[in-house]
């Protein structure tokens, strides 16, 4: 589902064209800014009680059980270790709602070790689980790969299907396209999206490894924050219409401009950015560069690569858990490695049996609960 918000600067009336998803957040973001002379509260919330009424506020706005609980539990889950693709998006339920005439995903054609699901304008949170669960399965004694197109949404933090395959003792690559925000160099026209990849695997001795990175030098949701505080962009994350590096939102298309976010790392973002845009658009069936436009497309992709370590080698997890130790202890001060700050602050909130939501957001979804 796509949908339009409005935004109201000093000198004017800028448009916007966001998923569902990003436009709740884009919406309490705006919010926020307007109340930022107040400080926000903060409630505690168990994990339980977090889960029970996010899934009863999808339900409220539509979805069956299986659908909301799904989709209640990633949110929880990102929320709970610092994610910001949390329970912000229930900040506008209604854009949460099913997507007019969407249906579940379903496995399109399928092999041994292969399947493409399509989304049927799902989003992509319940789509990449499915996918996930699926290549997790059919791996076993070998490696499998499961596409998804057709899906309405992006599918948020994409470190909870990586952890979530690397608990099934998979190793992992997950990749996800999204439309054309990100150029691939100075001065071009946006071709990417954020195309996010995660890798994760099963590490003894302590939670999986989970590496979750964007090919772009700012996520989406980093350029809604700076765009709600009114805050400049990170330093050399964006260019202007001519090319040039900017630290403004309004320079950015996002904002209203004809420039774009900037690539990570050079041409060697580009290359990772190429690589997710092609397993996601060309080999799983998303909205693809040349033939769609893909802010208009609604044909989110993504794909899957799972590869179960016990058919290619004996005691993988031992072995990568001796890598990651020898790393994180390179150094006197030690290595901070991904997944390390959010692993810590999961870690601090289970210990503490609560998770903290914003006073605002957590009402409305009490409120909306209630309605189910």
């Known amino acids: 589902m796509f949908v339009r918000i409005y935004c109201r600067c000093s000198s004017c009336c800028l448009y916007r064209q966001f998923n569902a998803t990003a436009a709740a957040a884009a919406a309490y973001y705006l919010y926020k800014n307007k109340k930022e002379d107040e400080p926000e509260e903060v409630v505690r919330v168990s994990h339980a009680e977090a889960l029970e009424k996010t899934t009863a506020a999808l339900k409220a706005v539509g979805w069956d059980d299986e659908g909301a609980r799904v989709q209640a539990s990633i949110m929880v889950s990102s929320e709970a270790c610092g994610n910001n693709q949390g329970l912000v998006k229930m900040f506008k339920p209604e854009l949460m709602a099913p997507a007019p005439g969407a249906g579940k995903p379903v496995v399109e054609r399928e092999t041994a070790s292969s399947a493409v699901i399509k989304g049927n304008q799902s989003p992509g949170m319940l789509a990449l689980t499915k996918a996930v669960d699926l290549a997790c399965a059919k791996a076993k004694g070998g490696v499998a790969s499961v596409g998804v197109y057709d899906t309405s949404t992006s599918s948020g933090q994409l470190a909870f299907y990586g952890a979530r395959a690397a608990e099934k003792g998979r190793i992992v690559i997950i990749t996800a396209n999204s439309p054309e925000f990100v150029a691939a160099k ?85 290359g990772l950015a190429l690589m997710v845009e092609l397993l996601c658009a060309a080999l799983a069936g998303g909205a693809v560069l040349g033939q769609d436009v893909k802010k208009t497309a609604k044909n989110w992709g993504h794909h899957v690569i799972a590869i179960d370590p016990d058919a290619m080698a004996d005691g993988f997890a031992g072995r990568a858990a001796s890598i990651i130790k020898t790393v994180a202890a390179s150094h006197a001060d030690g290595v901070r490695l991904p997944g390390d700050s959010s692993n810590a602050i999961a870690a601090k909130n289970k210990s503490a049996g609560a998770i903290p939501v914003p006073k605002r957001i957590w009402d409305v979804i009490t409120a909306t609960a209630a309605k189910a």
């Open 186 to 270: 100075a001065g071009a026209k946006a071709s990417f999206g954020t195309n996010p990849l995660c890798f994760a695997c099963p590490v003894e001795g302590r939670s999986p490894f989970v590496f979750d990175m964007s090919t772009a030098a700012i996520a989406l949701f980093g350029v809604l924050t700076c765009k709600a505080k009114g805050q400049p962009l990170p330093p050399q994350s964006a260019y202007d219409a001519n090319g040039n590096w900017t630290r403004k939102v309004e320079d950015i298309h996002i904002g209203g401009g004809g420039g774009a976010i900037a690539n990570f790392g050079g041409h060697k973002g580009t």
